[in-house]
Structure formats: structure tokens, C-alpha cells
């Protein structure tokens, strides 16, 4: 079982930055990824970065602009946001033990077993 903590949530303009984290806790040793969902529309898989360093995925809305990350030593996953629009603005979700298909080299579905309770991204016009 691991347990998912997201922080670093917040409100900025566009064209600014965030960084997300993501607390692991318990069995920490999976792959990981990062969702959304804006109200009322469906929740997008984001992004994921497998267990092998360098395996990272992003969807094709914030490509060139997001980057995951993870700290292994540090149970950790990040997601850095640069460049954020207003239609980024969603409730940002991590995740465990995802897995995805792709569309070329972009996400095209993704699902996860394991939940966090998630934090508030909004970006202002």
C-alpha cells in the first residue's frame, strides 16, 4: 500500500509557474503520474515518469511546458508547471502504479490504483 500527499498548489497569473509535490509513504518503489480535472470535464492524465529514470510521458496540452520528476532518495515526485494558462486550471492529482498507452509519444490514456487527495491549481487571465 503507499500513501499520496500532493502540496504546492496555488493561484497565479498567466504565464507563471508552480511546483507541485507529491509525499510518498509505504511501499514507494512504483511507477508514478500526475492527473487533472477541471469542473466539468473529465479527469487527463497529465503526466507520468516510470520507475527507470528518463521514462517520463506528458499529454499533449502541456508538453514543452510541465515536467515531472522524482527524487527516489526522497520519496518525492514533483511536477514542474512553467508558462501556466488559464486553461490549466484544475485540481491536480498524484498518483501510483499508473499505467498509459500512448499516442505517438503523448499520452493517450492512463489510469492509476492509488490516489492522493489532491491540490487546487488555478491560473488567472
Known amino acids: 500500500q503507499v500513501q499520496l500527499a500532493e502540496s504546492g498548489g496555488g493561484s497565479v497569473q498567466a504565464g507563471g509557474s508552480l511546483r507541485l509535490s507529491c509525499a510518498a509513504s509505504g511501499s514507494t518503489y512504483r511507477p508514478y503520474c500526475w492527473f487533472r480535472q477541471a469542473p466539468g470535464k473529465e479527469r487527463e492524465g497529465v503526466a507520468t515518469?516510470?520507475?527507470?529514470?528518463?521514462?517520463?510521458y506528458y499529454a499533449d496540452s502541456v508538453k514543452g511546458r510541465f515536467t515531472i520528476s522524482r527524487d527516489n532518495a526522497k520519496n518525492t515526485l514533483y511536477l514542474q508547471m512553467n508558462n501556466l494558462k488559464p486553461e490549466d486550471t484544475a485540481m491536480y492529482y498524484c498518483?501510483?502504479?499508473?499505467?498509459?498507452?500512448?499516442?505517438?509519444?503523448?499520452?493517450?490514456?492512463?489510469?492509476?490504483?492509488?490516489w492522493g487527495q489532491g491540490t487546487q491549481v488555478t491560473v488567472s487571465s
Open positions: 515518469a516510470s520507475i527507470r529514470i528518463g521514462s517520463t
Open positions: 498518483a501510483a502504479d499508473c499505467a498509459f498507452s500512448l499516442r505517438g509519444s503523448t499520452i493517450a490514456t492512463m489510469t492509476a490504483r492509488h
